[in-house]
Nanobody
Framework: QVVESGGGLVQPGGSLRLSCVASESIFYNNNMAWYRQAPGKQRVLVAIIGNTVISDGNTNYMDSVKGRFTITKDNAKNTVYLEMNNLKPEDTAVYYC?????????WGQGTQVTVSS
């Protein structure tokens, strides 16, 4: 129901663009978000994009990625993107897409992002 892609190995300062294709039942009228889980740490919220009548297009980010990451969506494709620039080693994690608040059954496999020289 949710399929993430676009991860990979990148050097510090590099960029990646993640994609998340969700089923219509998940995408429709739900705020969407990217989360990440680093090794040995809990999963955390990275970025949110509003996807309801009231919140449509509104975005919010965790402090450590503000100014570097951008979340966008394509309603026609039920897809959410995460553009990541100036990547740092501490951004290394598995990145997941889900609604916000998240729903346990919606977790996908995630996509691995590794930032290393």
């Amino acid at each position: 129901q949710v399929v993430e892609s676009g991860g990979g190995l990148v050097q510090p300062g590099g960029s990646l663009r993640l994609s998340c294709v969700a089923s219509e039942s998940i995408f429709y009228n739900n705020n969407m978000a990217w989360y990440r889980q680093a090794p040995g740490k809990q999963r955390v919220l990275v970025a949110i994009i509003g996807n309801t009548v009231i919140s449509d297009g509104n975005t919010n980010y965790m402090d450590s990625v503000k100014g570097r990451f951008t979340i966008t969506k394509d309603n026609a494709k039920n897809t959410v993107y995460l553009e990541m620039n100036n990547l740092k080693p501490e951004d290394t994690a598995v990145y997941y897409c889900n609604t916000n608040p998240w729903v346990e059954d919606y977790w996908g496999q995630g996509t691995q992002v590794t930032v290393s020289s």
